[in-house]
């Protein structure tokens, strides 16, 4: 008798984040007091932000401390349950372990914070807005990894990858087949001199908001290129985060140094100045001390 062989199980496919969002969103109906959408998950206050991206227009960072980390309360609403809110958390803290952004939970006396909450569909305003913005994890299809991520790269300050102002170099827009003006290309972008990355968190697929089931994008010059099927932060992702915060990179080179130039406002003078980090015995970073003044109100790391 011939042996036979094991039927393999096909594992199916995790659905990319356009994917998800598009699904979540796609028959939304809001509430009175909610926002509306640009782009399919991007809150804006009013019509007249529809073409802007405030974070290049007015700025939008989240505030950086002395120890060069970026600290941003969160808080999560009490209508998840444990394993929903496991999801949330783990997508807070996958920040930690690849940048200077650290999630936390918000404390009596915070002034600016995220509040995560369930609401009809996906969303996020872009950057920080100040009080307490709404994050929307609906528990109706958006409580995945990747989304999280997604939204919480929103409110950190990024847009879509296919809304880049290079995004004509990379990508071919179908508009005969679009819904509706979702793909607007924003005029100056937070791209962080990284390459377009078809593999970003950010990028939705091929037929994202389409209203006919036929491509709305396609890769250029190889449209048989894949993309748009991120299920996490890709390393563009990554890069473009701790370029805008100026996130001092970690581990330490194998020199066991880097240089980190400081920023420190005093009166209305900037100094730089340079310093040296080296790895101590115990394997932490020791800080050398740039400067002691009341006056001395903002330190800035940049590293290099």
């Known amino acids: 008798f011939s042996a036979v062989a094991p039927v393999e199980e096909e594992v199916p496919r995790e659905p990319s984040v356009g994917e998800l969002l598009e699904r979540a969103n796609r028959d939304r109906k809001p509430d009175s007091d909610e926002p509306t959408l640009i782009g399919g998950d991007i809150a804006i206050h009013s019509e007249a932000d529809k073409n802007a991206d405030p974070c290049t227009s007015n700025g939008c960072l989240w505030l950086k401390y ?11 609403a009490d209508h998840y349950s444990d394993r929903e809110r496991a999801i949330i958390v783990r997508g807070l803290e996958s920040f930690s372990g690849v940048s200077c952004i650290r999630f936390r939970p918000y404390q009596n ?31 109706q299809g958006c409580l995945y990894h990747s989304t999280v991520q997604h939204e919480l790269l929103h409110a950190l300050g990024f847009n879509h990858e296919q809304t880049r102002s290079d ?10 087949n679009i819904i509706d003006a979702s793909f607007n290309k924003t ?48 390393k563009n992702d990554i890069d473009r985060l701790n ?29 730089w100045k340079v310093a040296d980090f ?12 740039i400067w002691r003044s009341e006056r001395a109100n903002t330190q800035r790391h940049v590293c290099v």
Not at 66 to 76: A, M, Q, S
Not at 111 to 116: D, N, P, Y
């Open 66 to 76: 002395t120890d060069g980390n970026v600290y941003i309360p969160y808080y999560i």
């Open 109 to 139: 006396g915070d002034h600016e914070w995220l509040s995560i909450e369930s609401r009809n569909g996906c969303y996020s305003y872009v950057g920080r807005q100040g009080g307490g913005q709404t994050v929307s994890l609906s528990r």
């Open 167 to 176: 995004r004509d170099n990379h990508i071919r827009v179908l508009w005969e």
């Open 187 to 234: 005029i100056d972008t937070l791209n962080q001199g990284t390459p377009y990355d078809y593999n970003s968190v950010m990028q939705y697929e091929r037929y994202a908001f389409s209203k006919n089931n036929l491509p709305t994008m396609e890769p250029i010059p190889n449209s048989n290129v894949s993309f748009g099927q991120a299920t996490e932060m890709s």
């Open 243 to 271: 370029r805008l915060y100026k996130c001092c990179k970690f581990p330490v080179p194998k020199a066991n140094m880097f240089k980190c130039y400081v920023n420190v406002s005093f009166y209305n003078f900037l100094l």
């Open 278 to 289: 080296r790895k101590d015995g115990m394997e932490k970073m020791a800080m050398l001390e």
